[in-house]
């Protein structure tokens, strides 16, 4: 009932930047919050950075003062733009939404994921 799709991941040098979108679509009545989430190879998933519906923001320790969560309430869009690149950075990034579908149910919805790789 209700997608997620990413974008904009891609190989980049150390030092470079990359915008990632999501977009969701389908059955939704309300999005609370959305996020975006990492997993790199051999590790857990962990949060990057989250936003409610009213813009306020969190961040992992990691990237702060490095990348900026925003979104668009009436695209139903969150973006992550991501400066200042490091190697470490490298994963698989997942986009989350917590939704109020039109049948009345409150979930969790994940994207498929976009892979970034920061490499010389």
């Known amino acids: 009932q209700v997608q997620l799709v990413e974008s904009g991941g891609d190989l980049v040098p150390p030092g470079g930047s990359l915008r990632l979108s999501c977009a969701a679509s389908g059955s939704i009545f309300s999005i609370y919050a959305m996020g975006w989430y990492r997993q790199a190879p051999g590790k857990q998933r962990e949060v990057v950075a989250a936003?409610?519906?009213?813009?306020?923001?969190n961040y992992a320790d990691s990237v702060k003062g490095r990348f900026t969560i925003s979104r668009d309430n009436a695209k139903n869009t969150v973006y992550l733009q991501m400066n200042s690149l490091k190697p470490e950075d490298t994963a698989v990034y997942y986009c989350n939404a917590d939704v109020l579908t039109t049948t009345g149910r409150r979930d969790h919805y994940w994207g498929q994921g976009t892979q970034v790789t920061v490499s010389s």
């Open positions: 936003i409610t519906h009213i813009g306020s923001t």
